[in-house]
C-alpha cells in the first residue's frame, strides 16, 4: 500500500511514517499542498490514502483537499485530515470538501489504524 503524509512538521510527517509503516504502508512525504500536488503529479501510482495536515503554508490542507477532488485521475484517493483543527464547524468543512476521515492530533498509532481499518485499507490481518 501507499500513502502520502502531507505536513508542515518534519517531526509529524516521521510520526505517521513510523504509524504506517508496520501497518504495511509506503509513504511519500510532503512539507505543504503545494508540494504534495507537485508530488502526485510525477509519481507513477496514486497513492491509497493521503494523510493531511490543515494548517501550512503556500497551501493548506483544505485547499489541497479540493484541488484533488478537481483532478480526475487523483479524485478517489482516499483522503485523512491529521490536524489540530477540533471545531465540528472545521470538521464539517473538511468532510464537505472531499475527505473521507477526520483525526484531531494528538492522536495514537491506534487511531490511525482504526481509521484505516474503517476506511477499508488495511489487510484483514492488520486490521484487528
Not at 502520502?4 to 513510523?18: E, F, G, K, N, Y
Not at 507537485?38 to 501550512?56: G, H
Request: charged share 25%.
Amino acid at each position: 500500500m501507499l500513502a502520502l503524509v502531507v505536513d508542515d512538521s518534519s517531526t509529524m510527517r516521521r510520526i505517521l511514517q513510523r504509524t504506517l509503516g508496520p501497518l504495511g504502508f509506503a509513504a511519500y512525504e510532503a512539507s505543504n499542498g503545494r508540494e504534495a500536488l507537485d508530488l502526485l503529479v510525477e509519481i507513477p501510482t496514486v497513492p491509497d490514502v493521503a494523510l493531511i495536515d490543515w494548517n501550512m503554508p503556500v497551501m493548506d490542507g483544505l485547499e489541497l483537499i479540493r484541488h484533488i477532488r478537481k483532478m480526475p485521475p487523483l479524485r478517489d484517493m482516499c483522503m485523512m485530515m491529521v490536524t489540530t483543527e477540533t471545531e465540528h464547524s472545521q470538521m464539517v468543512r473538511a468532510l464537505a470538501a472531499g475527505a473521507h476521515e477526520y483525526v484531531i492530533k494528538p492522536f495514537t498509532p491506534e487511531t490511525i489504524r482504526k481509521k484505516l481499518a474503517y476506511l477499508g485499507l488495511l489487510a484483514p490481518e492488520v486490521a484487528r
